[in-house]
T-cell receptor, first 115, second 113 residues
Framework: AQSVTQLGSHVSVSEGALVLLRCNYS??????LFWYVQYPNQGLQLLLK??????LVKGINGFEAEFKKSETSFHLTKPSAHMSDAAEYFC?????????????FGKGTKLSVKP | ETGVTQTPRHLVMGMTNKKSLKCEQH?????MYWYKQSAKKPLELMFV???????ENNSVPSRFSPECPNSSHLFLHLHTLQPEDSALYLC????????????FGEGSWLTVV
């Protein structure tokens, strides 16, 4: 069965600092991996998606994530945080065991950005 | 503008009321989902519909009753809810194929009083 673990329910960085949000996955088959962002009072929006085409995936708003099979990780990074990046971030993996289109989500990491 | 529209955005209801949440997707997808998002809990999948047929029901209490009249519309009928059912209810859609992106609506905030 697939699963994801997000380390750290809350991460705080200063504006301009590196953002690193951690995600580890468990999957017995090659995974499809996703990062979603949720701004206050909104639904989830896709940031980026790994589909095995390239291990380094670039997303919207300057975010990127690197798939590392040996570490079963898919950490999200951004070189320089902006105040507008404050949101909650969810890592997800495709659910091969259930409905084909479903995703299994991590618990989320809330990112705070200090001025 | 999102391709998945949910109404109402906010709903307050008493424990004896009957209300419904509505979702419509304009993306041509064949699968639709209801998720529940509570404070301090991970996103919970409630129901999945594929081509209007329910394919998953994750042990959801019967006071939540989904309806999918066609591939573009999904309802969640609510009756005799409990205060602990207060949460953000998210509708989503996708093509029912492994690896496809799920697109979410903005959610309906439900408060049960």
């Amino acid at each position: 069965a697939q699963s994801v673990t997000q380390l750290g329910s809350h991460v705080s960085v200063s504006e301009g600092a590196l953002v690193l949000l951690r995600c580890n996955y468990s999957s017995s088959v090659p995974p499809y991996l996703f990062w979603y962002v949720q701004y206050p009072n909104q639904g989830l929006q896709l940031l980026l998606k790994y589909t095995s085409a390239a291990t380094l995936v670039k997303g919207i708003n300057g975010f990127e994530a690197e798939f590392k099979k040996s570490e079963t990780s898919f950490h999200l990074t951004k070189p320089s945080a902006h105040m507008s990046d404050a949101a909650e971030y969810f890592c997800a993996v495709s659910d091969y065991g259930g409905s084909q289109g479903n995703l299994i989500f991590g618990k989320g990491t809330k990112l705070s950005v200090k001025p | 503008e999102t391709g998945v529209t949910q109404t109402p955005r906010h709903l307050v209801m008493g424990m004896t009321n009957k209300k419904s949440l509505k979702c419509e997707q304009h993306l041509g997808h064949n699968a639709m989902y209801w998720y529940k998002q509570s404070a301090k809990k991970p996103l919970e999948l409630m129901f999945v519909y594929n081509f209007k047929e329910q394919t998953e029901n994750n042990s959801v209490p019967s006071r939540f009753s989904p309806e999918c009249p066609n591939s573009s519309h999904l309802f969640l009928h609510l009756h005799t809810l409990q205060p602990e059912d207060s949460a953000l209810y998210l509708c989503a859609s996708s093509q029912d194929k492994v690896g496809n992106t799920i697109y979410f609506g903005e959610g309906s905030w439900l408060t049960v009083v």
